[in-house]
Structures are given as C-alpha cells and as structure tokens.
C-alpha cells in the first residue's frame, strides 16, 4: 500500500470563507482532514468547534489582521505528487456530507442541509429522496421555523414534514412507522382551518405553519441526514 504524503499549514483565520463546496459533520479534525484527503479536487479544510468539516476546492489565503480564533480552524494542504487523485484507502469513517452547488444549501447555525424543490407530486418522502434528500424537513423548533419562511415568496407555499394522525386528529411526525407528536408550533393566523376539509398535509408559508391538502402547494422542503 502506498503512503501518503501531506504538507499543510494552519491558516489564521476569524471568520468562516463561506467558499465551501462540501460540509461534514465528523467527530475530530482528523477526520475532518481524511475526508479532504479522499476528494480530489479538496485543497483545504475549516474545522469548528461543534464538530462541523468545510471542505474547500481552493487555497485558502490568510488574513493578516485576523486574530486567533481556537474555535475555527483552517488548514490548506498539498499533496505529493505521487498522491494525486483521490485516496480512497485512508482509514477512518466515511461521512455523509452537504454537498453545496447540487441546489442542497447548509444553514451554519442550524446546522442543517436543505433544498427546496419543485414538484407537482403530492407532500411525500420519496420526492426528497428522488432529490437526493433525506425526509421532508422537520420544523420543530422556532429558530427553523423563522428562517425557512423567510425564504418562501410572497402568495407560496411548501410541504414540510409532518401530518393528521388519523387516530387521534392531532399532528405528529412519522418515524419509523411510529406517530412523534409535534412540539408546540407557530401556526399561521387562522391556522389549521382543515380538519373536515382533508387538509391533513402540512405546509409553510411566510405567515407560518399551514394545514392543507396534499396537492395544494407547489413547492417542497428536503432535508438530508448528515
């Protein structure tokens, strides 16, 4: 087996490049660098305090008027000649990352990978997966819920996760087969107005959280599992 041969240097930094093309939550910086080092075109790394790995295609510059930040750290690398391409047999575990730029976005503080997609399929996990997601996203608390809305226009609306239990008429999240009641929510004035009417889907708008039915929006909000 050949060896691996890595220069790198630290790169002072105080605030995040925002340049990233992959996000991964790993469980040390180690695992942070061999998660670069198996991608070819990665050529620096951001590693944060809460266990979060930017990986970037590009050389990272340092930013002289920048004080330390132990909280942030940034590496750029250089690979021996002999090691170009990507190294597949690095050890360590192989994480799910964001991948930035296949429409999937990361919210830094709610650390969560989104996209938002249109579809003329009703409110289901299998578009999310068809899309490269996940599941519906959960909005379950009111940080999510105050910047997802925001991004939804004016008169729209998009699917979210969660619906009717049929059993007991109150909303829950489905896990595994089982009903999750839902945490207190902020349901948009009026809201939910359908309980008679079939509108057993949930939905957001930038008012908040909305009953409806479930081939009533356009939109839909994926979320993939790191």
């Given at each position: 087996?050949?060896?691996?041969?890595?220069?790198?240097?630290?790169?002072?930094?105080?605030?995040?490049?925002?340049?990233?093309?992959?996000?991964?939550?790993?469980?040390?910086?180690?695992?942070?660098?061999?998660?670069?080092?198996?991608?070819?075109?990665?050529?620096?790394?951001?590693?944060?305090?809460?266990?979060?790995?930017?990986?970037?295609?590009?050389?990272?510059?340092?930013?002289?008027?920048?004080?330390?930040?132990?909280?942030?750290?940034?590496?750029?690398f250089?690979?021996?000649?002999?090691?170009?391409?990507?190294?597949?047999?690095?050890?360590?575990?192989?994480?799910?990352?964001?991948?930035?730029?296949?429409?999937?976005n990361?919210?830094?503080?709610?650390?969560?990978?989104?996209?938002?997609?249109?579809?003329?399929?009703?409110?289901?996990?299998?578009?999310?997966?068809?899309?490269?997601?996940?599941d519906?996203?959960?909005?379950?608390?009111?940080?999510?819920?105050?910047?997802?809305?925001?991004?939804?226009?004016?008169?729209?609306?998009?699917?979210i996760?969660?619906?009717?239990?049929?059993?007991?008429?109150?909303?829950?999240?489905?896990?595994?087969?089982?009903?999750?009641?839902?945490?207190?929510?902020?349901?948009?004035?009026?809201?939910?107005?359908?309980?008679?009417l079939?509108?057993?889907?949930?939905?957001?708008?930038?008012?908040?959280?909305?009953?409806?039915?479930?081939?009533?929006?356009?939109?839909?909000?994926?979320?993939?599992?790191?």
């Open positions: 087996m050949a060896s691996v041969m890595m220069v790198f240097d630290l790169v002072l930094m105080n605030t995040l490049p925002t340049s990233y093309m992959t996000v991964v939550k790993v469980d040390s910086v180690r695992d942070c660098t061999y998660a670069c080092v198996r991608q070819s075109t990665c050529e620096a790394i951001a590693f944060t305090h809460n266990l979060t790995c930017y990986l970037y295609e590009g050389y990272i510059e340092a930013n002289l008027m920048a004080s330390p930040d132990v909280e942030l750290l940034i590496y750029n250089k690979r021996n000649p002999d090691c170009n391409g990507t190294i597949p047999f690095i050890p360590g575990p192989d994480y799910r990352g964001c991948q930035i730029g296949s429409d999937f990361y919210e830094v503080t709610l650390q969560v990978c989104y996209k938002r997609v249109f579809s003329n399929s009703p409110a289901d996990k299998d578009v999310c997966v068809q899309e490269g997601g996940s519906l996203m959960k909005i379950d608390t009111q940080e999510k819920q105050d910047f997802f809305k925001l991004l939804i226009p004016a008169g729209d609306c998009t699917y996760r969660g619906d009717r239990n049929p059993s007991t008429g109150e909303w829950a999240y489905w896990e595994e087969g089982t009903a999750r009641p839902m945490p207190p929510i902020d349901w948009a004035p009026g809201q939910p107005n359908g309980e008679t079939g509108q057993d889907c949930l939905a957001m708008d930038n008012d908040g959280l909305m009953d409806t039915t479930c081939h009533y929006c356009d939109y839909i909000l994926c979320e993939y599992f790191m």
